[in-house]
């Protein structure tokens, strides 16, 4: 997974980062600013939050980052 080598290149433990308090509150407000819709179908529901750039692992900007629903983020990664 692309995450994951990137996560390495960083030296970032991706998944220990991914169910950190840190990335929940990232996480959280990213779906708020997105009104807790898909940014690309517009849907309501479970939404997922997608990294556009790795670039700053760990150190996200709000930009590095996309509120998706589980079809849409599926989509970015080729399922």
């Not at 479970?46 to 590095?64: K, S």
């Not at 980052?65 to 599926?74: E, F, G, P, R, T």
Request: net charge positive; charged share 30%.
């Amino acid at each position: 997974m692309i995450s994951e080598l990137v996560a390495r290149w960083c030296g970032v433990d991706y998944k220990a980062y991914i169910k950190s308090k840190r990335w929940k509150k990232k996480a959280a407000a990213a779906r708020k600013r997105a009104g807790f819709r898909c940014q690309l179908c517009n849907a309501e529901g479970r939404l997922q939050v997608h990294h556009r750039t790795y670039e700053r692992l760990g150190y996200e900007l709000p930009g590095d980052l996309i509120a998706l629903c589980v079809d849409c983020h599926k989509k970015f990664h080729g399922r």
